[in-house]
């Protein structure tokens, strides 16, 4: 015979699950797209960030400023800085600058501890530059044959 529990049964953490997938928005004002992001900065990041970028590429050709609204960003690990590179590089063939809106502590810190904060501009949200990138990465002078 068996036994039986009627007591509820809890389910112990997955800590193998891959996160969810953070949110991805984003909108296109003339040639600035501004892309939203939200929840975690990490692996799970890359493949929303690099889809909906590259899909915005091919869209819309006249793109010149790339910005990366992070204030939703709770956190970010070194998958997250990987990818934010990546973005960053994304643009660098047709000298689009990439641009980090008003990033949180978890983004910013890391990326002021790793030196990767001098690959970026940082704005505030009011538009204010908080930093510019100081070489190694950012975006190319354009060419004025090619504008």
């Known amino acids: 015979m068996g036994e039986t529990n009627d007591a ?5 953490p997955d800590h193998d699950a891959p996160p969810a997938e953070p949110s991805v ?10 892309l939203v992001v939200g929840g975690e900065l990490t692996e799970a990041a890359r493949r929303p960030l690099v889809r909906t970028l ?5 869209a819309e050709h006249a793109l010149q400023r790339v910005e990366l609204d992070l204030r939703g960003i709770g956190f970010m690990n070194s998958a ?11 643009g660098v063939p ?4 990439t641009v980090l809106v008003d990033p949180p502590p978890a983004v910013s810190r890391p990326l002021q501890l790793s030196g990767l ?4 501009t940082v704005v505030a949200d009011d538009g204010r530059v908080v930093a ?3 070489g190694g990465g950012g975006p190319a002078p354009r060419d004025p044959r090619h504008t």
Do not use: N
């Open 8 to 12: 509820p049964r809890h389910a112990a």
């Open 25 to 34: 928005a984003h909108t296109v004002e003339g040639d600035t797209v501004r």
């Open 54 to 58: 590259t899909d915005l590429l091919l």
């Open 80 to 90: 997250g800085l990987a990818v934010l590179v990546q973005v960053q590089k994304l």
């Open 94 to 97: 047709r000298a689009i600058e």
């Open 117 to 120: 904060w001098h690959r970026f």
């Open 132 to 134: 510019e990138p100081s």
